[in-house]
């Protein structure tokens, strides 16, 4: 069992070796994707905030909605007074159901970008690289297949993390032992066991959490279009000029004691309602900032209802923590420097590993002349 399940480790390591790496080492840098966009995009994904006042939410819309006439807002990120993040603004073109996004400054009014297609700055190309691979929306293949792609690639991680402790099941026994005055093959095993066991707790969270999303993501399409529906065609505006968008965020902090709004999700399909997402009060720091939610009627910004997560069961709880477990954001830069460092172990892994497959493949090579 043991010999069978060391082969099949080897030989799924070899063939998806690729894409793999491609996933791992992506997810390690867009970590510091608010750091990275901070410094290549100075002045469009940032502002200075010191000594100012948002503008209302209102006159913010009003603003968006004169710079962008032939657009309509899907979505709206939004941060609290002081900080120094622009606000990211998607909007859809009108005729089409094209998504693309833009940067505000919440003090000023002004746009620091005009509206973008998926993937046009660095960060956002890379974390599309490792979430579909960019093989999603392909003519004649399915439109989610980079979905699935990824989806199949995490559940090979969990996989090769848990084959590889079961391979190496008395890891304890010898895991810091570096025999660097031995040959290659020596040094190279040592290192494999090494990293792979040192680095297989947060693999595995990292494998179980990207499978998790992958997989809603391709359920959520296929639960909204299995029967053939398209995706819905931005013509007319969805959500009536008169819903006063400052009232609706008050409004939920109201519902929701210390409710923190965060994001503010626009009806961009009929008969949606108008969404006030955010993070209620808790001291549970792998919660997401987007848990709870508020719901309105698009036309008369009446109430509709709540969504508290504190009130919800231990499953609903750990599902919305997979957002902070996945990147690890959970313990600030301290836990993004571990992410992103046991991101490239893969590549110490693939090298290693590639180098112990080869040289079994030419042992029994030999035996076998």
Not at 11 to 26: E, R
Not at 84 to 101: L, M, N, P, Q
Not at 244 to 253: F, M, N, P, T
């Amino acid at each position: 069992m043991k010999k069978q399940l060391h082969k099949i480790h080897g030989w799924t390591g070899i063939i998806l070796m690729i894409p793999f790496l491609v996933v791992c080492l992506t997810g390690s840098i867009v970590v510091f994707k608010t750091e990275i966009d901070a410094w290549l995009m100075e002045g469009v994904a940032t502002v200075d905030a010191q000594g100012r006042d948002r503008q209302s939410y209102d006159a913010l819309k009003d603003s968006i909605n004169q710079q962008l006439p032939d657009y309509e807002i899907g979505s709206w990120e939004i941060f609290p007074p002081g900080h120094t993040e622009a606000d990211r603004v998607f909007v859809i073109k009108e005729g089409t159901d094209s998504w693309y996004k833009a940067h505000l400054n919440p003090y000023t009014g002004e746009l620091q970008s005009q509206p973008k297609e998926s993937g046009h700055y660095l960060t956002d190309w890379l974390v599309e690289l490792h979430y579909t691979l960019l093989l999603n929306d392909i003519d004649g293949l399915d439109e989610q297949l980079g979905v699935i792609i990824s989806f199949l690639l995490a559940v090979f991680l969990v996989f090769m993390g848990v084959s590889g402790l079961i391979i190496y099941r008395r890891f304890w026994a010898r895991l810091f032992t570096l025999r660097w005055n031995q040959r290659l093959l020596v040094v190279f095993s040592d290192l494999h066991k090494m990293g792979g066991t040192l680095a297989s707790p947060v693999l595995l969270v990292i494998g179980i959490t990207g499978g998790y999303y992958s997989g809603l993501i391709y359920y959520e399409e296929w639960k909204e279009h299995s029967a053939g529906e398209e995706h819905h065609i931005m013509q007319d505006r969805l959500y009536s000029d008169s819903v006063d968008i400052d009232r609706l965020v008050e409004q939920s902090k109201q519902r929701l004691d210390g409710f923190k709004p965060t994001y503010l999700l626009f009806p961009f399909e009929p008969d949606l309602p108008f969404t006030v997402f955010g993070r209620a009060p808790t001291a549970n720091p792998l919660l997401s900032n987007y848990g709870s939610v508020v719901n309105f009627d698009s036309q008369s910004g009446e109430y509709q209802s709540t969504y508290n997560l504190n009130e919800q069961g231990l499953l609903a709880k750990t599902l919305d923590s997979t957002r902070r477990l996945h990147f690890g954001t959970f313990a600030g830069m301290t836990t993004k420097v571990i992410w992103a460092v046991v991101g490239v172990i893969p590549l110490l892994l693939a090298i290693t590993g590639g180098y112990l497959w080869w040289q079994r493949r030419s042992k029994r090579s030999r035996r076998k002349r």
